[in-house]
């Protein structure tokens, strides 16, 4: 079985989800200096207008999921960076500047 991954993106307050790539989103991370963009594609214009109404409150995760060890877990904090949605495209920009990197089966047993 081959490592998997997915990423979500939430509403820090409410805890509610956004968009889940396991519903067939794209994704790309790329580090520019301090921060780093993350690129969603796929993305409908619902998802994208009830991302940036909560531009200010987002946290995305990624999850790492290896055939043969524990989960990785990477919470980004958006804060007051860009998140700038294209329609036409489909296309979501987030940009993080931190992540926190941690192994859930650390913390519980």
Do not use: C
């Amino acid at each position: 079985m081959a490592e998997q991954e997915r990423v979500l993106v939430k509403h820090s307050v409410t805890g509610r989800m956004l968009i889940s790539s396991t519903d067939g989103i794209g994704y790309t991370f790329d580090k520019q200096g301090g921060l780093t963009l993350i690129t969603l594609t796929g993305v409908t214009a619902a998802q994208g207008a009830a991302v940036t109404g909560l531009k200010a409150e987002l946290n995305v995760f990624r999850f790492e999921e290896p055939a043969d060890g524990p989960v990785i877990k990477h919470w980004y904090y958006v804060g007051d960076n860009p998140v700038v949605y294209d329609a036409a495209s489909g296309r979501l920009t987030i940009a993080v500047q931190s992540e926190i990197k941690y192994r859930p089966d650390q913390y519980w047993e």
